[in-house]
């Protein structure tokens, strides 16, 4: 998962700005995040440290087969 949420949409006439619908799936992982991801955000922007809470490691998917 990243920390920040960010667009490079500008004002291009083939790509949208979806941050509204990124912020609302955020909150529905968790209601904690939106309010997390813009303050990494603008602490980034600001040369700050960002909260990067703790770290996750994925554990591996075993393939089961079937013979």
């Given at each position: 998962?990243?920390q920040v949420?960010?667009s490079?949409?500008?004002t291009?006439?083939?790509?949208g700005f ?6 609302e799936?955020l909150?529905?992982?968790n209601s904690?995040?939106?309010?997390r ?5 603008r ?6 440290q ?7 490691i ?5 393939k089961?087969?079937?013979f």
């Amino acid at each position: 998962m990243v920390q920040v949420v960010a667009s490079d949409a500008h004002t291009l006439k083939n790509r949208g700005f979806a941050m509204t619908k990124a912020y609302e799936v955020l909150n529905e992982m968790n209601s904690k995040y939106p309010e997390r991801f813009a303050t990494n955000a603008r602490d980034l922007l600001n040369g700050e440290q960002i909260d990067i809470g703790g770290i996750e490691i994925p554990r591996k998917q075993r393939k089961h087969w079937l013979f």
